[in-house]
């Protein structure tokens, strides 16, 4: 399966605690971007990274987040401190970015399911 | 924020041609129109774009008014699998935006 793949697909943790998530984009896809998705709600965009650099960030992603993509590869969010309100799916999407109409659609992973307790 | 509009939810018969509206009157010239759907539990999955003509694709085909205001996604013989989140999205294509903006869709439920 050559999708997007995000690990791992469940957590579970006690607020406080720190959590990292990874996503593995689609390996020709230079654009990575992560979202966050609550219960009855449309995903929200968190950031995006082309190759390794970070282009944007939402105002969502609060100081206690950290996003990596160091190879421009895979990425990792980092979510510190948790707290009970970062209970949410967290979805990785991958895309080709070309400066012309079409092309640039988003593959989605399955998304990390966060519970946090 | 959104910048479409969406009835909340929809029902269609099994085989049967499901069409979704989506209204979005402050689109820009440059600015596509996109429709992805989720299925329970997955993640969003594209299914066509397009900026001013008639798009079809093997999933579904793609209205788009002349005015540009307003699309409809047609899945032209629905099936159960198809019940899912659809979403209706306008952003400029190609690389000079990246994140995709998403409000509360249209859930489609595909009955026997």
Not at chain 2, 34 to 47: L, V
Request: proline letters at 5%; glycine letters at 8%; hydrophobic letters at 30%.
């Amino acid at each position: 399966d050559t999708g997007v793949s995000q690990d791992p697909r469940h957590k579970i943790t006690k607020r406080g605690q720190n959590v990292t998530f990874r996503c593995d984009p689609i390996s020709e896809h230079n654009r990575l971007y992560w979202y966050r998705q609550t219960l009855g709600q449309g995903p929200e965009f968190l950031t995006y990274f082309q190759n390794e650099a970070q282009l944007e960030k939402s105002r969502l992603l609060s100081d206690r987040f950290s996003a990596e993509r160091p190879k421009g590869s895979f990425s990792t969010l980092e979510i510190q401190r948790t707290e009970q309100g970062d209970s949410a799916m967290y979805l990785c999407a991958s895309s080709l970015a070309e400066l012309r109409a079409s092309g640039d659609e988003q593959f989605f992973g399955p998304g990390t399911r966060l519970t946090v307790l | 924020d959104a910048k479409t509009t969406q009835p909340p939810s929809m029902d269609c018969a099994e085989g049967r041609a499901a069409n979704l509206p989506c209204n979005h009157s402050t689109i820009s010239g440059n600015e596509y129109v996109y429709w992805y759907r989720q299925i329970h539990s997955q993640g969003p999955q594209y299914i066509i774009h397009g900026l001013k003509n008639n798009e079809t694709n093997e999933m579904a085909s793609l209205i788009i008014t002349e005015d540009r205001k307003s699309s409809t996604l047609i899945l032209p013989h629905a099936t159960l699998r198809d019940t899912a989140v659809y979403y209706c999205i306008v952003r400029v294509a190609g690389g000079s935006q990246g994140n995709l903006i998403f409000g509360k869709g249209t859930k489609l439920s595909v009955k026997p």
